[in-house]
């Protein structure tokens, strides 16, 4: 039977970056499941409205724990190379690092890469569950998770160095969104989003992309209208400022890269947005199904799916923007 590893432990060891502060959150994390399971249960709206772009309805779609817990099981965290690259674009002169907001913060992922290079780290999400995982992920004094919105930052005014999205600005109603990262950015301040090409899985050196792909799409219409941005590797959003900064996953060199088995690809797809609205909305059965012809589809690609090594690996594009210092 294969066996389930966090992704952060091979990200551990393919990076130098915080690694003391990424052992003790890897020590730490192991409770994750009991302390998830002892926290109260809250009452939840049993159905996931048709248009997922509200803040309101996001949180419905990320709101189950069992979905948070393929989170931290499955989704992956940004490279070194992408976070170097954010602060080597914010720090225009050398100085002190202070407050950075990593808004739609999931339960952790991005936020804590962070942690360690500024005095205060927020993560913010709409979804509680997500922020209960987030602190038993990453339960450092100077970083904290607060239940907000992309739409109504809990920032004061021009107060933020930096602000990043991994894996969120998609969810985000953008006219609002920019509006508050306007107001809260300090001058010079920027705004980093960030995001991978969903995951390739490779075997023996074959990628299997096309395969994937094929899934991605069979789920089309529970892709919510915003995914077009993660589609287009963020050259579709509207540009927030005039310096904008475009990296492209094929150019960026940014890529994260996890040894694996065929059933940690599954359980990646069954983390998916989609794959909850289509199992929410089709039910249990045909969730099955649907997991159980990607494993064929996938199996087949390999052959065989013993003897062989599975990669699974994210390359991440980037788009940031400076706001103006007059
Ligand atoms: C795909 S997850 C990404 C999580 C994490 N950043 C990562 O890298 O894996 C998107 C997250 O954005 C949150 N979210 C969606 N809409 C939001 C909004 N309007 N404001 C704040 N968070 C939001 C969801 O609850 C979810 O945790």
Not at 95 to 101: H, R, S, V, Y
Not at 266 to 277: H, M, V
Request: charged share 25%; glycine share 6%; aromatic share 10%.
């Amino acid at each position: 039977m294969s066996q389930r590893v966090p992704h952060w432990t091979t990200y551990l060891r393919n990076t130098a970056l915080h690694k003391e502060c990424l052992l003790s959150l890897v020590i730490r994390s192991f409770p994750y499941s009991s302390a998830m399971a002892q926290s109260a249960d809250r009452a939840r709206s049993a159905d996931i409205p048709r248009s997922a772009d509200s803040a309101q309805s996001a949180d419905m779609v990320f709101a189950s724990k069992n979905l948070v817990e393929k989170y931290v099981t499955y989704r992956p965290c940004p490279p070194e190379s992408l976070v170097r690259r954010v602060l080597d674009f914010l720090k225009e002169k050398p100085g002190p690092l202070d407050l950075c907001m990593d808004v739609g913060c999931g339960s952790s992922q991005n936020t804590k890469l962070y942690a360690a290079l500024f005095n205060k780290v927020v993560g913010v999400d709409v979804s509680q569950d997500q922020l209960e995982a987030a602190r038993v992920t990453c339960p450092l004094s100077h970083v904290t998770f607060v239940e907000g919105s992309a739409e109504q930052l809990p920032a004061s005014d021009a107060s933020v160095d930096l602000i990043t999205c991994c894996a969120a600005v998609h969810w985000f109603d953008l006219p609002k969104f920019y509006a508050e990262v306007d107001r809260v950015l300090r001058p010079g301040g920027v705004l980093a989003c960030y995001g991978y090409r969903g995951c390739t899985p490779v075997f023996n050196g074959k990628s299997l992309r096309s395969e994937f792909m094929e899934l991605w799409d069979d789920l089309g219409p529970y892709w919510s209208e915003g995914h077009k941005h993660l589609r287009s590797e963020h050259s579709s959003l509207p540009p927030c400022y005039p310096e904008d900064v475009m990296l492209w996953s094929q150019d960026s060199g940014m890529i994260v890269e996890t040894e694996d088995t065929l059933e940690n690809v599954l359980g990646y797809i069954a983390s998916w947005s989609a794959f909850a609205k289509f199992q929410k909305t089709e039910g249990k059965e045909a969730a099955g199904n649907f997991l159980e012809r990607a494993r064929r589809r996938l199996s087949e690609a390999m052959e065989s799916e013993k003897g062989g090594k599975l990669v699974r690996q994210y390359h991440y594009f980037l788009r940031m923007w400076r706001k103006p210092h007059a």
